[in-house]
């Protein structure tokens, strides 16, 4: 089992930046890949970055040159550096973690979601 705890969101306006965390925590030695997917009002959870343990990155074609994703591999910690963000950025941003395949979209796990709105 493995535990994913997000922090970092909250009220922004645009153009400005936020850095959101994860940790993860339990059987992290099982995790492969992790990443960020967010969902906002009325709309279905989207892919937005993932990191794989050798560094290789994938960003979403929306946050490419705004977003960079990061991670402390010892510890399974991963992070978003949200840069310009845009009023179409907001929504609640997931922490992910796979532990079953190393995909670049992971899904095994997920963390609870932490808010970002961005005001125009």
């Known amino acids: 089992q493995v535990q994913l705890v997000e922090s970092g969101g909250g009220l922004v306006q645009a153009g400005g930046s936020l850095r959101l965390s994860c940790a993860a925590s339990?059987?992290?030695?099982?995790?492969?890949?992790m990443g960020w997917y967010r969902q906002a009002p009325g709309k279905q959870r989207e892919f937005v970055a993932a990191?794989?343990?050798?560094?290789?990155?994938k960003y979403a074609d929306s946050v490419k040159g705004r977003f960079t994703i990061s991670g402390d591999n010892p510890r399974k910690m991963v992070y978003l550096q949200m840069n310009n963000l845009k009023p179409e950025d907001t929504a609640v941003y997931y922490c992910?973690?796979?532990?079953?395949?190393?995909?670049?979209?992971?899904?095994?796990?997920w963390g609870q979601g932490t808010q970002v709105t961005v005001s125009s």
């Open positions: 992910a973690a796979a532990t079953s395949i190393p995909t670049m979209k992971p899904d095994d796990y």
């Open positions: 339990g059987d992290i030695n099982s995790i492969y890949n």
């Open positions: 990191i794989s343990n050798g560094g290789t990155r």
